[in-house]
């Protein structure tokens, strides 16, 4: 039976990615071990743990296996709440499965099994235990069943991924994990308090859809958008972000913003006010990554803009926009983790973090550009890959609805993504002026982990239904027609043309862009120096 937002308990469909012989097998290994639920999050805590005392291929091992189980735990899940106790007279469930949780858990140890391939070389634990404890968390709030549940998994992310920017080394790094933590922090609190006060007007603790007016609501509305990096509470991210280790970013880039996006569906779909900032959000992300010029920060800036579209799908609420939203986090999560370790390994190979310092590198680093290229493509929504059957999900919902304006200014953003991502930042890195730099392709691992992520861009574009199967509601779209594809490439044709004819104006430039941020650094500031005076 077709499922309503507010309820994703409906006959669930077991993982599906290579058909019906995975869920079968799925289903078997359930019967034969007997065991209808093992939280991810343990596992993931446990491995953290482990960590600390083995070394050499023992870690190895550890860092492989545990997001393998994670995912084997997660197919062998049956349908229901698990792991219920009662608190205070309130039901507390930490373990609710259903479609809308599947999902986002799926490909939350599929990435983290990727940013572990991805960080194998590192010799020191502590990244990767910040890795598991920040993943566990992220998967801890996927399978909350409750607002209490899932404020303290919540509350583990931030304290947990901080120590991803804190282990940086650059000289930013402790300042912009201190602003990180200060501002998920505030969003914390903004959350508790909109929790404590729902609760207190008889709305119950029991997260499922929650009502669009009142203040408790409201709250934690607030709350999820700062996650979300929803503008004006967006510069938290492109500030810590760029800051973070080489492989920790990875990790960054996948969990924070998609945990607020399955809050989002969860909780507030068809909140009309999201459409307006998701689009917002799209737009002004592209607009910052176009004058960025920090290789790293130019891809954070596009996570907010790709997580704009998945919160106007959210704010228009159909169940193809749901879908839609759904599939480009999904989508979202392989390839941005697959830019990442591109840019990433730019970085690791030559010291430099700046466009403008570099150029040349597809003679030295060809591996590195072809597979970053993919990630690229995939961003923009070149057919045959996982973006273009998922980003035109959420564009055609728009559509649907008779939201004009949004369709046009997502079309827009999307136009803008495909130079900013695929063309400005390729040829400044790769193409551009050779500045001799002595660079050769990544470790054999990091190489190893790229691959897999764009093994997966490719396997879910071409065949779209692998991702379709999983999605909350019953799909009934059909990327491949040959309208929409003639369509999207008149829309990537005309934006090429443009930025060759522009291409003195895309130059990278050594700039810095000052953003919202700004206002609580020196806000803080001069909070400081009154409190000296008073």
Known sequence: RPLRPDRYGADYLRLQIFGTGLNEAGELLRRTI???WIHPTALFFLAAVLLLFV??????????????????????????NHG???????????GRVDRLSLVFGYVFTIITLIGMIYSLHLKQAREHIAAFLYAGSALGATFAGDLFTLFLFWEIMAFTSVFLIFFGGYKASSAAGMRYLLVHIAGGLCL????????????????NALPHT??????????????AAAPPLHAWLADAYPEATITGIVFLSAFTTKTAVYVLVRGFAGTEVLIYLGVLMALYGVVYAMLENNIRRLLAYHIISQVGFMVAAVGIGTELALN????????????????????????????????SELGGLYRTMPLTFLLFMIGGFSISGVPLLSGFISKSMVISAAAETKQSWAF???????????????????YAVFLGDDKKIAATDPPKNMLLGMGLAAFLCILLGLWPGLLYRLLPFPVEYHPYSVGHLVESLQILCATALVFIFFLPKFRSENTISLDTDWFYRKGAAAFVWLSKLL
């Open 34 to 36: 007997m065991i209808e």
């Open 55 to 80: 070394k050499g291929t023992a870690k190895q091992i550890v860092l492989l296996a545990t997001p393998v189980l994670g995912f084997l735990c997660l197919l062998i899940a049956s349908e229901g």
């Open 84 to 94: 219920t106790m009662t608190f205070m007279g309130q039901q507390l469930v930490f």
């Open 192 to 207: 508790l308090g909109g929790i404590v006060i729902h609760a207190a007007g008889g709305g119950g603790i029991a997260f």
């Open 214 to 227: 009142g203040l408790g609501p409201t709250l934690i509305l607030i709350g999820f958008l700062l996650n």
């Open 324 to 355: 839609g939203a759904v599939a480009h986090a999904y989508a979202h999560i392989i390839y941005k983790g697959l830019l990442m370790m591109g840019m990433s390994s730019v970085v690791f190979m030559t010291g430099k973090r700046k466009a």
């Open 408 to 426: 046009l200014l997502l079309t827009l953003a999307s136009a803008g993504t495909f130079i900013s991502t695929t063309l400005k930042l390729p």
